[in-house]
């Protein structure tokens, strides 16, 4: 069967990029949205884009009004300000979360509809021009077809998708991530990880994927730890924007699995930042996984060096596992316990997430049979 392999209409990528892209950025309109959060201005990030639209005399409105995981609200208060101030493209600078809500603010700036409306539907509208600028090493957002935005009427995060939600121009600069605190590179860095290694082993995975995945992770393996470690390693933090370019080429062309399938409910239901919830969830995901897939889980022992040719695949893919626990151990990732968690109130949720989980789609793609009342006992052992 054939197969369709899509990415970013333009990609600008390495040390300087956003200077470098201001022809392309400037092309896309006459007005930006810029659409970001408070401490990208206090840093002086935002300011940076602003310098040259102002240059190229390209006009804009800053919206910084994003915090945290993306919600409807804050999707619908971008949307207002961009048909007030008459904007016609619109930019991202931040994590996955400004991106995300760029993408829904495109889907809802000339319609009058609910974001609901358009979940479990490929949506296939005109959008206007979008260019994404990362400053996390993990989302992949900019590259991606999803944007993922919770429906606070229900406390569901609605996964919705389409080619025209990959933005026309993504920026990805390196000289950004060097603002992020370290807990914030582990979370960011293992969800790029979970990308790549869901992309890899689900069954929706094509060359074309396995090619960016099995770069990634190999990457990710070996330049995490020293961003990590040191911020001011301005190689390892090249590296791994470009690792988390490559892992969200790779899922939006393969698939997540079971790890973003049951991590999005937990993300919605108590507020666990997605990349955290995805590294708590890994283990156990993974492990269950495993079976299911000897020989690609070993493909990726072989990659990162966790294995050699003298092992059976089946010793590949654990030695692959065991070398992810010692990598999250290296990078301080908490358990669900250590967290500001109620163990009564999640026991009581599991039944909603689970069904949550598997409505999403997402779980379906392991290569593993998974269920329902497997998911629930997944949940059940994260205590
Ligand atoms: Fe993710």
Not at 149 to 166: A, P
Not at 203 to 227: C, E, N
Not at 304 to 321: P, R
Not at 343 to 363: H, L, Q, T, Y
């Amino acid at each position: 069967m054939a197969r369709e392999f899509t990415i970013p209409g333009q990609i600008i990528s390495g040390p300087d990029a956003l200077n470098q892209a201001s022809d392309a950025l400037c092309r896309l309109g006459e007005k930006a949205l810029i659409i970001t959060d408070q401490v990208m201005v206090d840093l002086g990030n935002c300011s940076k884009v602003e310098k040259i639209l102002k240059s190229r005399g390209v006009g804009y409105s800053v919206y910084a009004g994003v915090s945290g995981e993306p919600t409807d609200q804050m999707v619908r208060t971008g949307l207002m300000q961009y048909q007030a101030e008459s904007c016609d493209f619109l930019i991202a600078l931040g994590g996955g979360s400004p991106i995300d809500s760029m993408k829904a603010i495109g889907i809802l700036s000339d319609r009058e509809v609910k974001l609901s409306e358009y979940m479990g539907k490929n949506i296939d509208i005109r959008m206007p021009p979008m260019a994404a600028v990362p400053t996390t090493a993990g989302t992949g957002s900019e590259a991606t077809r999803f944007t993922i935005i919770t429906d606070t009427e229900n406390d569901v995060k609605m996964l919705l998708k389409g080619n025209c939600l990959i933005p026309s121009l993504a920026i990805i600069d390196p000289q950004f991530t060097a603002t992020a605190p370290p807990h914030v590179t582990a979370a960011t860095g293992l969800d790029a990880f979970c990308h790549a290694v869901e992309a890899y082993t689900s069954r929706m995975a094509q060359p074309m994927s396995d090619t960016f995945a099995l770069s990634a992770v190999k990457k990710i393996f070996r330049y995490l730890p020293a961003a990590f470690h040191d911020r001011s390693n301005a190689g390892a933090r090249e590296q791994m924007s470009t690792a988390a370019l490559e892992a969200g080429i790779a899922f939006n062309n393969s698939s997540v699995t079971l790890i973003h399938g049951m991590s999005r409910p937990v993300g919605a239901l108590f507020h666990v930042a997605h990349g955290l919830s995805n590294a708590i969830l890994m283990t156990v995901c993974l492990e269950y996984a495993l079976p299911g897939a000897y020989e690609r889980f070993a493909d990726l022992g072989r990659a990162v060096g966790a294995a050699g040719e003298g092992d059976s695949d089946k010793e590949a893919a654990w030695k692959f596992l065991d070398a992810i626990a010692a990598l999250t151990k290296e990078l301080g990732i908490p358990r669900l316990e250590d967290l500001d968690i109620s163990r009564n109130e999640f026991m009581s949720c599991v039944d909603k997430m689970a069904r949550d989980a598997m409505e999403s789609g997402s779980p379906q793609n392991t290569r593993r049979e998974v269920s329902k009342e497997e998911i629930k006992k997944l949940y059940y052992m994260l205590w």
